[in-house]
């Protein structure tokens, strides 16, 4: 089983649309979490850390689920500059490396 | 500009040749990680260092590729007798030491480099 799993798409969405993405995670003891965007061929960008109380950046909001170990990324109004892929990050423990999920797709469409 | 630079941005080398890449941290962090992407995968951890001290290296590193961060500063990744499977890109990031990479601190990545094997 790998260590962090995500549906990896693509989610092909109109625009204004709201779009969920899941992410599970292997490590029970796993104390931090992100998502992360990337665009083509460019370089992973933090998006938003996911706090344990859940956590909300504009139209993007984060969830975090410790009993069935996943985290969730809801994006409400879809805009066309949000078609990238969506990449789940989780630290296993603070003295480690951070693990990736493979990442999802997102196409929005006009 | 402060953030965490690689270069050479694009290498392409004929199989069998070796091939250094660069990257230079963000100058206050003391972790460096290297991690190498394909199409189509998330980055696959390679290695990270605590200063000048490597703390892990993955499996997937074999005995062709090597990293050094000498002084603890900018950090190089070596790969030997390259193979065509090598063809990647090999993303370096930096953050802050494990007490900080918590939520709201985490690592930063480089624009990467572009590897082909020919």
């Known amino acids: 089983r790998k260590e962090v799993e995500q549906d990896p798409g693509p989610f092909n969405v109109p625009e204004g649309a709201t779009v969920a993405f899941n992410c599970t995670y292997s490590?029970?003891?796993?104390?931090?979490f992100f998502w992360y965007r990337q665009d083509c061929r460019k370089e992973p960008k933090l998006l938003m850390s996911?706090?344990?109380s859940g956590n909300e950046d504009g139209r993007f909001t984060a969830q975090l689920n410790r009993a069935s170990q996943y985290i969730s990324l809801l994006i409400r109004d879809s805009k066309l500059s949000d078609s990238a892929t969506y990449l789940c990050?989780?630290?296993?423990?603070?003295?480690?490396?951070?693990?990736f999920g493979s990442g999802t797709r997102l196409s929005i469409r006009p | 500009d402060t953030g965490v630079s690689q270069n050479p941005r694009h290498k392409i080398t004929k199989r069998g040749q070796n091939v250094t890449f660069r990257c230079d941290p963000i100058?206050?962090?003391?972790?460096l990680y290297w991690y190498r992407q394909t199409l189509g995968q998330g980055p696959e951890f390679l290695t990270y260092?605590?200063?000048?001290?490597?703390?892990?290296k993955s499996r997937l590193l074999s005995d062709r590729f090597s990293a050094e961060r000498p002084k603890g500063s900018f950090s190089t990744l070596e790969i030997q007798r390259t193979e065509q499977g090598d063809s990647a890109m090999y993303l370096c990031?930096?953050?802050?030491?494990?007490?900080?990479?918590?939520?709201?601190?985490?690592?930063?990545f480089g624009e990467g480099s572009w590897l082909t094997v020919v």
């Open positions: 990031a930096s953050s802050l030491d494990d007490r900080f990479l918590s939520s709201g601190n985490t690592i930063y």
């Open positions: 490590n029970s003891a796993s104390q931090s």
């Open positions: 996911v706090y344990s």
């Open positions: 990050v989780v630290n296993p423990h603070s003295a480690s490396k951070i693990i």
């Open positions: 100058s206050e962090h003391n972790r």
């Open positions: 260092f605590q200063n000048e001290a490597q703390l892990e």
